[in-house]
């Protein structure tokens, strides 16, 4: 079974900086299939990034995903206040068929 | 516009069954794979089923094995999650996903329901 691990849990930091999170698998993602989501409080998750680095939809160009094998990046490059919320990595592939890490939760400073 | 609607979720005494639908409009249905994702309050996402496009394929997490069936019919474009058994870990927000509605892909989920909330409890 494949787990992906997330960090950090949370991570604190101001609108107009850099964030970097990380999400390792404990196996290679097959294909690099893996997926971002974006969730706020009362809200269903959102797509950002799928196939490792392709933005979804609409999504902004200050969203970018990074990584291969079994260690990937979402990074935002200038922190709106919108952009505080909770992040989900998710792979496609293996048993099971998805699975979802943690969550890091990015909150304002 | 593209759209996922659940219904059915409420509250069901450990062991009983509920039966959640999932109404979907704004793709071509009948070509899409289907999943149920659920999120038990304040915790992460956990995938719980998927069913092809033709609904001649399916597969379940080990969690609900056994005990929840995933069905369609794509003449009302409709999704289906029957649980059965049920158990207090069940109780969760449960979404409706698909992929591919809005992106040349099938790995990760574009299009989310609201969710609809399920609680099992005495």
């Known amino acids: 079974e494949i787990v992906l691990t997330q960090s950090p849990g949370t991570l604190s930091l101001s609108p107009g900086e850099r964030a970097t999170l990380s999400c390792r698998a404990s196996?290679?993602?097959?294909?690099?299939?893996l997926a971002w989501y974006q969730q706020k409080p009362g809200q269903a998750p959102r797509l950002l990034i799928y196939?490792?680095?392709s933005r979804a939809t609409g999504i902004p160009d200050r969203f970018s995903g990074s990584g291969s094998g079994t260690d990937f990046t979402l990074t935002i490059s200038r922190l709106e206040p919108e952009d505080f919320a909770v992040y989900f990595c998710?792979?496609?592939?293996?048993?099971?068929?998805?699975?979802f890490g943690q969550g890091t939760k990015l909150e304002i400073k | 516009e593209v759209k996922l609607e659940e219904s059915g979720g409420g509250l069901v005494q450990p062991g009983g069954s509920l039966r959640l639908s999932c109404d979907a409009s704004g793709f071509a249905f009948n070509t899409h794979e289907m999943n149920w994702v659920r999120q038990a309050p304040g915790k992460g996402l956990e995938w719980v089923s998927y069913?092809?496009?033709?609904?001649?394929?399916?597969d379940y997490a080990e969690s609900v094995k056994g005990r929840f069936t995933s069905s369609r019919d794509n003449a009302k474009k409709s999704l289906y999650l029957q649980m059965n058994n049920l158990r207090a870990e069940d109780t969760a927000i449960y979404y409706c996903?698909?992929?591919?509605?809005?992106?040349?892909?099938?790995?990760?989920?574009?299009?989310w329901g609201q969710g609809t909330m399920v609680t099992v409890s005495s």
């Open positions: 196939g490792a680095s």
């Open positions: 196996q290679s993602v097959t294909n690099n299939y």
């Open positions: 069913i092809s496009g033709s609904g001649n394929a399916v």
């Open positions: 996903v698909t992929s591919g509605a809005t992106i040349p892909a099938f790995d990760a989920f574009d299009i």
């Open positions: 998710q792979q496609y592939g293996r048993s099971p068929r998805y699975s």
